[in-house]
């Protein structure tokens, strides 16, 4: 824009949201915190749409409680899992009941819409099924709201990307034990390095951009995605998020180049706490 090519629209609308627009041709690129899936892909082919996935960085979820919580040190994916699971709404509803050692409190929920890929995420990853989660909580598709709701309440635990944490002193993340001494004994907390370790699992995942191959035509377009992918590691980092290791931006860049279009994912169920340098490596054979 500031280069006098083009006028930009930018909106956000949540990784579902986005999807729904791409796929129906109405925007050239779409951010999304999770893979394409293939109800989407269906929709893309049934608009004559084309896309380039490309991997940006990587994200971790940070499990979120109030400053003031001075009981809640570490919580298990199983603790995680009978908190948010469908069969919780109702019925978990204070801290004493994720452990005994826990006071007596009301748990208040705050976390994604169904909108957000960050909800598709978790819900994978921790309960084991995409979409199954509690419905009785706090939801909202703006992560800033959720960051809110949590700062607020003594009794609150929340989700949303480790990136809103930053300068938040009325917030806490709070390290996560996965039970798998191989990611690291013992609980983890979120950080870039842990992140991009691996060790943070199983909340640690690859960030996106999709691209239109017919917009990609015009060239306003292939120069803000190649300044996109050059410009990544250093703005992912400054955002909050963690860089792609130099190799495997690399490997985004020449996916790009070579204009390879499609998923990395197809015929994959998307595995959490995936390696995006092995899935490019794969791809380009």
């Given at each position: 824009?500031?280069?006098?090519?083009?006028?930009?629209?930018?909106?956000?609308?949540?990784?579902t949201g986005g999807f729904k627009k791409f796929c129906a041709g109405e925007v050239d690129i779409s951010g999304a915190s999770r893979p394409i899936q293939q109800t989407e892909i269906d929709?893309?082919?049934?608009?004559?749409?084309?896309?380039?996935?490309?991997?940006?960085?990587?994200?971790?979820?940070?499990?979120v409680v109030n400053a003031k919580n001075t009981w809640a040190?570490?919580?298990?994916v199983a603790e995680l899992k009978r908190i948010w699971e469908p069969a919780a709404k109702g019925t978990v509803a204070n801290w004493k009941q994720i452990r005994d050692s826990f006071p007596d409190r009301p748990l208040h929920l705050f976390g994604p819409d169904t909108q957000s890929g960050t909800f598709d995420y978790f819900t994978q990853a921790i309960i084991g099924t995409q979409?199954?989660?509690?419905?009785?909580?706090?939801?909202?598709?703006?992560?800033?709201?959720?960051v809110r709701g949590v700062a607020t309440d003594e009794n609150a635990l929340g989700y949303f990307g480790v990136a809103y944490l930053r300068n938040q002193p009325k917030?806490?993340?709070?390290?996560?034990?996965?039970?798998?001494?191989?990611?690291?004994?013992?609980?983890?907390?979120?950080?870039?390095?842990?992140?991009?370790n691996g060790t943070y699992q199983p909340l640690s995942r690859p960030i996106f951009i999709y691209v239109s191959l017919k917009a990609i035509s015009?060239?306003?377009?292939?120069?803000?995605?190649?300044f996109y992918l050059q410009a990544a590691r250093e703005l992912s980092a400054e955002v909050g998020y963690v860089a792609l290791p130099l190799h495997t931006g690399q490997l985004a860049v020449d996916r790009y180049k070579a204009r390879?279009?499609?998923?990395?994912?197809?015929?994959?169920?998307?595995?959490?706490?995936?390696?995006?340098e092995k899935l490019l490596e794969a791809g380009q054979r």
């Amino acid at each position: 824009m500031k280069q006098g090519l083009v006028t930009a629209t930018v909106d956000g609308s949540g990784t579902t949201g986005g999807f729904k627009k791409f796929c129906a041709g109405e925007v050239d690129i779409s951010g999304a915190s999770r893979p394409i899936q293939q109800t989407e892909i269906d929709a893309c082919k049934a608009a004559g749409i084309n896309f380039i996935e490309l991997p940006i960085g990587y994200d971790g979820l940070a499990i979120v409680v109030n400053a003031k919580n001075t009981w809640a040190d570490n919580l298990t994916v199983a603790e995680l899992k009978r908190i948010w699971e469908p069969a919780a709404k109702g019925t978990v509803a204070n801290w004493k009941q994720i452990r005994d050692s826990f006071p007596d409190r009301p748990l208040h929920l705050f976390g994604p819409d169904t909108q957000s890929g960050t909800f598709d995420y978790f819900t994978q990853a921790i309960i084991g099924t995409q979409h199954a989660s509690r419905t009785d909580y706090t939801s909202n598709g703006d992560d800033t709201a959720l960051v809110r709701g949590v700062a607020t309440d003594e009794n609150a635990l929340g989700y949303f990307g480790v990136a809103y944490l930053r300068n938040q002193p009325k917030l806490r993340a709070v390290p996560i034990d996965d039970g798998d001494a191989s990611n690291g004994a013992g609980a983890v907390m979120p950080s870039p390095v842990t992140v991009a370790n691996g060790t943070y699992q199983p909340l640690s995942r690859p960030i996106f951009i999709y691209v239109s191959l017919k917009a990609i035509s015009r060239p306003e377009v292939d120069q803000f995605v190649t300044f996109y992918l050059q410009a990544a590691r250093e703005l992912s980092a400054e955002v909050g998020y963690v860089a792609l290791p130099l190799h495997t931006g690399q490997l985004a860049v020449d996916r790009y180049k070579a204009r390879r279009t499609g998923t990395m994912f197809e015929g994959r169920v998307p595995s959490v706490g995936v390696t995006m340098e092995k899935l490019l490596e794969a791809g380009q054979r």
